[in-house]
């Protein structure tokens, strides 16, 4: 079953609520192999806490790293060195769907010579692109398209996180990449709100997955 790798446009635009959002909704496994920061608690537990089935597994990093930062700088600061065949070789074995959820955006790096696009590359993954609907939020969004085409990747669509104009239906269109859900402000995070857009999520991502 292939992968499906969660990345945004950039840091702190929802990735990891859309993540336990989309989770939910196909009740998949989830799986963050890079963490860097976590002094107020890993996505993976963000995703535990909030989910409600009882069938996804979330499996645990590859690297966790304390410092909040590029994983790059992160993991030589504890003496480490992010390499991809590691990750690769780490990738939980399960015949459930995997939700895997990036560090930051696409051109983020691991190490002196690879980026976070490379390891989407390694495990041809389907990506679906987080974007957080803000001032500048078109700008973020199309060059992370343009990459995706340019490298040819296998994208599943949008899903936005907030409200902002009418981005969302200008970033698809420009991008030619389906809207798959717009996730609107959520003033108060718990299980019930994410089991809410996840049955809202379920059908459009069953029909394109």
Known sequence: MTPIFITGTGTDVGKT???????????????????????DGTDSLFVRQFISNKITVIHPECYLL???????????????EIRIKEIIDHLPCTKNQLIIEGAGGLMVPLNKNELMLDLIKKLKA??????????????????????????????AGWVFNEEYKNYGND????????????????????????KKEALKMRPLLNAIL
Not at 128 to 139: A, C, D, M, R, T
Request: glycine share 4%; aromatic share 6%; charged share 20%.
């Open 126 to 155: 389907k990506v679906i692109v987080v974007s957080k609907n803000e001032l500048g939020s078109i700008n973020h969004s199309l060059l992370t398209a343009a990459v995706l085409k340019k490298e040819k990747i296998n994208v």
């Open 17 to 39: 609520l859309v993540s336990a959002i989309i989770v939910e909704a196909l009740k998949a496994d989830y799986w963050k192999p890079v963490q860097a920061g976590f002094s």
């Open 66 to 80: 304390k410092m909040p930062a590029s994983p790059h700088l992160a993991a030589p600061a504890e003496k480490k």
């Open 171 to 194: 970033i698809a269109r420009w991008s030619g990449f389906r809207v798959i859900a717009n996730v609107k402000h959520q003033a108060i995070i718990s299980k019930e709100t994410i």
